[in-house]
């Protein structure tokens, strides 16, 4: 198995994760694409190799199909019916759970054994299915999670404080989608608990802030796909450079047999260990909200 990518769904999400990647130095030797619109991943790949005499790696780049897979180390799946205006991510759970069976059987048809990465909506259900679809240890089934509400959390409070968001020790936990919470209590400025710098106000304006941006951004420019780009790569940079980085993802609860998005140990082999987190009465409350809103969904599927 080498350092191979395969990014299935040519979309917003999927091409902006594929041109960060070329953007960033990662140890991607292949990557390949695939789509149901042949004829456009064949544009798109060429498109991506005519920015490698810039790029700072040199990646092998090519229009695929579902045998491509074989030997392949990470495949992500960022193909689905997007979310539109005044739809909830929630809202797609139907449109979506048949495409992802179909999707997943032909992977694992095609003798794939490394990890699955997960980009499409609902997450943390997606997440599931493609456990549930492959049969696959759940240490090797990592969804986006709450790695972009993390992103948009550290970024909202870097603003606000005038500090570098990379200073920024906060994570938001919980479903990827309306019943995500942010732990306070777990959160910190440096070593200094954050809030000695935030009012309470101040913080709940914050997580409604972080919760609502995604519609902020749909209802302006019809898709959010940047941040998840960025995401994406990150967590493939902790997958492929084997450094055991805490990344918030959706990952497998064994207590209640959900994914659901928690601060993960990702390795070379996907998910290490879970960070632990020391939660307050009230935000034990919040991710039981979340933890129910997920299985709610998976049981009406």
């Known amino acids: ?33 695939i789509d149901i619109n042949e ?24 229009a695929g199909n579902y045998t491509d ?23 797609l759970i139907h449109k979506n759970s048949a495409i992802f069976e179909s999707i997943v059987t032909q ?6 054994d490394g990890i699955f990465l997960v980009a499409t909506n609902p997450l943390d259900v997606m997440t599931y299915l493609t456990w549930k679809y492959s049969h696959l240890d759940t240490k090797h089934i990592i969804g986006s999670g709450t790695s972009l509400d993390t992103a948009r959390l550290r970024y909202i409070v870097g603003e606000k404080l005038e500090i570098n968001p ?22 910190t400025i440096g070593p200094e608990p954050i809030k000695n710098y935030l009012t309470d106000e101040e913080m709940e304006q914050i997580h409604v802030d972080v919760r609502d941006a995604a519609y902020e951004i749909i209802e302006k420019k019809g898709a959010t796909y940047y941040g998840i780009g960025m995401c994406l790569t990150r967590i493939t940079n902790a997958i492929l450079n084997d450094e055991n980085s805490i990344i918030t ?50 049981n009406n599927l």
């Open 1 to 33: 198995m080498n350092n191979k990518v395969v990014i299935i769904g040519a979309g917003n999400v999927g091409m902006s994760y594929a041109y960060c990647l070329l953007n960033q130095k990662t140890n991607v030797q292949e990557l390949v694409l």
């Open 39 to 62: 004829k456009r991943i064949e544009g798109e790949a060429m498109d991506l190799n005519h920015c490698l005499p810039f790029g700072p790696s040199k990646i092998s780049i090519k």
């Open 69 to 91: 897979c074989k030997g392949a180390k990470i495949v992500c799946i960022a193909a689905g019916a997007n979310q539109n205006p005044g739809e909830t991510r929630m809202d």
């Open 107 to 112: 992977v694992m048809e095609n003798g794939f």
């Open 166 to 187: 990379k200073n920024v020790h906060a994570y938001v936990i919980g479903e990827h989608g309306d019943s995500e919470f942010i732990p306070w209590n777990c959160a």
């Open 249 to 298: 993802v959706s990952t497998y609860n064994k207590e209640h047999n959900i994914f659901i998005g928690m601060p993960a140990i990702i390795n070379n082999d996907g998910i290490k260990d879970i960070a632990k987190l020391t939660l307050t009465d009230e935000e034990q409350k919040q991710f039981n909200h979340s933890i129910s809103t997920i299985k709610e969904a998976i």
